[in-house]
């Protein structure tokens, strides 16, 4: 965009100045959604600027240098002339701006006061102290997600109400285009067969993190790890006030039990999308959830943010409550006995449709014809790969004759259990001195490099019972499906681990859990004979582990 110092665009040029003003990351995270709006219009000229007074401006900060878009400083914002200025925040100096103002949806409907900001129990989206300016309105348009909210703004301030349009909510859009890709996040996480549970966490006082921060620990401390997978959403408001080193040394022996944190841009969506169910305070991201039909269980102890009447208090007060993580399985049960979709539908209307609609009003006020083809929302792009994950479980198990059940939870539980058994080398030292079994997966296959040296399945094992007295069971993971156990009887073991396969899918559990299962099975046997054939309960999952006398092949098996 050609633009001059003095605020005036280059005569001629036919575009149009786009600024985006953003006050904090989670207002950044809302505008970038609406960007499909203007997508392919060489017309168009977008720029970013920083709205100072955020006590989370750093946070913000942050995301505009990473996201990789063109910014402007503050001054200079506020000295150049815009076509179009798009917030997602009503707070700040906004009227500094000089430009059609447009404010945008932010968050899922008005649900939280923050008391000691603004007017008295009104949320900053309908509080007329932000919407208006010397009485009047200062944005051209107010965008909302439902007529409800259309409502509640005229009850409070019809000057703001008669700017405002019912457009939907283009993030919603973006979470229901990315439904079909569900499987392949599932995948990109390593879900399998577990059921994943996301723990949604607002900001401030009142949230779930701030008032319980154990809860995460308690969560994975206290349920099997091979039937459930939890996953944190933490509000971007959050991150930005405690940063990713100190959220992460709070955070530690959770995600080392396997907690999975969400990335406050797009990698909380997705794993909404993936997640069989929700545990929320009182936070909106949990009507994100509901619009997809997903159960949701209260995790909220009350207090003064949360406004009576709002679709979250209303989804919180028929969701069932979580207080203790050993109930949980009790609470799915009721969570998923109901449809949560009705609570979002009083938040979200025009599902599907809100970025046509958006595209269509700020055109208008552009004074464009908007491209042929109507916006579409982006799905969410696949989550990372987890990088943490437990290295050593405290495993429960019960054996009775050729049929083992088969419970492992993080190495520091406090449930009663039958064996410590630990990764080679990820584990820590004490763990590994301890453990009744140890393990090592085998390296990704490919061509090994010049001059190396590497441990032959039989070699390994050997060597780790020599060195850690401990240790009754060594086992040498080869492939998903195939191990190499060596007892200290002096026994080997080849183990084969069959697959389940159910309404045409291939289920595989951790080969690591069966090494645990055949270590209690040897345990407890009286001098039955091998070859035999085990079936193993491993989270919601049975399969048939298979036990011969080792081959060759399983001996000399590279690690």
Not at 35 to 42: A, I, M, R, T, W
Not at 66 to 92: F, N, T
Not at 421 to 441: D, H, K, N, Y
Request: glycine content about 10%; hydrophobic content about 40%; some cysteine.
């Amino acid at each position: 965009m050609k633009v001059s110092h003095s605020g005036q665009r280059a005569a001629g040029s036919g575009q149009r100045a786009v600024l985006f003003a953003v006050r904090s990351a989670g207002a950044l995270h809302r505008l970038l959604d609406v960007l499909p709006v203007f997508e392919g219009d060489e017309r168009i000229v977008s720029r970013f600027t920083l709205v100072p007074g955020s006590d989370f401006d750093l946070g913000a900060l942050t995301a505009l240098e990473r996201s990789g878009i063109r910014s402007l400083s503050w001054d200079e914002a506020c000295q150049r002339s815009h076509d179009l200025v798009l917030a997602a925040s009503p707070k700040g100096a906004l009227r500094a701006l000089t430009g059609p103002r447009v404010l945008l949806p932010h968050g899922a409907g008005f649900n939280k006061t923050i008391p000691q900001e603004g007017s008295p129990h009104l949320p900053s989206g309908l509080d007329p102290s932000y919407l208006l300016a010397d009485g009047r309105p200062w944005a051209a348009l107010h965008a909302l997600a439902h007529e409800s909210q259309l409502k509640r703004l005229a009850e409070h301030s019809r000057p703001a109400a008669a700017r405002a349009k019912v457009v939907g909510d283009p993030t919603l859009d973006r979470v229901l285009a990315s439904l079909p890709h569900r499987e392949r996040y599932r995948a990109a996480l390593g879900i399998g067969a577990r059921r994943l549970v996301a723990v949604t966490s607002t900001w401030g006082p009142e949230s779930l993190l701030s008032r319980r921060p154990d809860f995460p620990a308690r969560l994975v401390g206290g349920l099997p790890s091979d039937a459930y997978q939890f996953a944190l959403l933490l509000h971007p408001n959050e991150h930005s006030r405690l940063g990713s080193f100190d959220l992460a040394r709070q955070l530690g022996p959770a995600l080392k039990a396997g907690l999975v944190p969400a990335g406050p841009h797009e990698e909380w969506a997705a794993l909404l999308v993936a997640c069989d169910a929700v545990i929320t305070d009182h936070g909106s991201t949990a009507l994100y959830a509901a619009a997809l039909g997903r159960p949701v269980i209260g995790a909220y102890d009350g207090g003064r943010e949360l406004i009576p009447g709002s679709p979250m208090d209303e989804l919180l007060t028929w969701a069932p409550k979580l207080t203790d993580p050993g109930e949980l399985a009790g609470a799915l049960r009721a969570a998923g006995a109901q449809d949560t979709r009705s609570f979002a539908a009083a938040a979200f209307a025009e599902q599907g449709d809100a970025l046509p609609r958006l595209q269509r009003e700020l055109y208008r006020l552009l004074g464009l014809p908007p491209r042929a083809a109507p916006a579409q929302p982006v799905p969410f792009p696949a989550p990372g790969r987890p990088a943490g994950g437990p290295r050593a479980y405290a495993v429960r198990a019960e054996v009775s004759g050729q049929r083992v059940r088969v419970e492992r939870f993080p190495a520091w539980t406090s449930e009663p259990t039958h064996h410590l058994a630990a990764e080679f080398p990820g584990a820590g030292q004490r763990e590994q001195r301890t453990a009744a079994v140890l393990w090592r997966r085998a390296l990704p296959g490919g061509p090994r490099t010049p001059h190396s040296s590497s441990w032959t399945a039989g070699g390994w094992t050997a060597r780790i019972l020599d060195e850690t007295p401990t240790c009754r069971t060594a086992a040498a993971v080869l492939t998903p499906d195939r191990c190499l156990v060596r007892r200290r009887s002096g026994e080997l073991l080849s183990v084969q681990v069959v697959p389940c396969t159910a309404d045409g899918r291939v289920l595989r559990i951790d080969p690591a859990a069966a090494v645990s299962a055949v270590h209690a099975w040897l345990g407890g046997r009286d001098e039955e004979a091998v070859p035999t054939t085990l079936t193993c309960e491993i989270g919601p999952l049975t399969v048939q582990v298979r036990l011969a006398p080792a081959t060759e092949a399983d001996l000399d098996y590279e690690l």
